[in-house]
């Protein structure tokens, strides 16, 4: 198992800069919005393997693994061709077998918060296909974690529900 501790008191978590590719933009002109899940997702499998130690490897070795439960997108703004942008990942709330994050892409250019997603996930005995808790070292290292992204400030769309404004 690697050594994460090094980056467990990182508040929130940060992605290396990625770039809107040339591929990614739709005939509206702007990042379509399935590269914006792709953004999210290639994040979100990055805490899970290298800082929670419980992404693919795991899973490949110990038949166990995340499912996503429930997620919530929000689009504040539009992404061009060639814009730089990172992805933020803070633990909301978590248990023994679920944990609740929030990530967000920042653009560099426009120095703003451009789309939140807000995930829940829960962890599966693969052969089973049951609910099972999180191994006790990992379920530290999140509570660990958790208590550290306390002190950050979240996006204001989180947990907000989706309606029409009346």
């Given at each position: ?32 919005v ?24 795991h ?31 803070l ?6 077998k679920r ?5 967000d ?13 807000e ?16 191994p ?29 404004k009346?």
């Amino acid at each position: 198992m690697k050594n994460h501790s090094s980056n467990e008191n990182k508040s929130p978590f940060v992605t290396d800069i990625k770039c809107v590719l040339p591929e990614w933009i739709d005939y509206n002109g702007h990042m379509n919005v399935v590269f914006y899940t792709l953004a999210f997702d290639s994040s979100l499998d990055f805490f899970l393997e290298e800082i929670l130690g419980i992404g693919k490897t795991h899973a490949i070795k110990k038949k166990q693994g995340p499912f996503v439960l429930q997620a919530h997108y929000h689009y504040l703004n539009e992404m061009s061709l060639n814009e730089e942008f990172n992805v933020r990942l803070l633990v909301v709330d978590c248990d023994q077998k679920r944990m609740h994050l929030c990530l967000d892409i920042f653009s560099k250019k426009q120095k703003q918060v451009i789309a939140v997603a807000e995930k829940v996930l829960i962890n599966v005995n693969l052969k089973l296909r049951k609910v099972e808790p999180y191994p006790v070292w990992a379920y530290e290292r999140l509570i660990k974690i958790k208590k550290t992204h306390e002190k950050t400030s979240f996006p204001n769309v989180l947990g907000k529900k989706i309606s029409l404004k009346k």
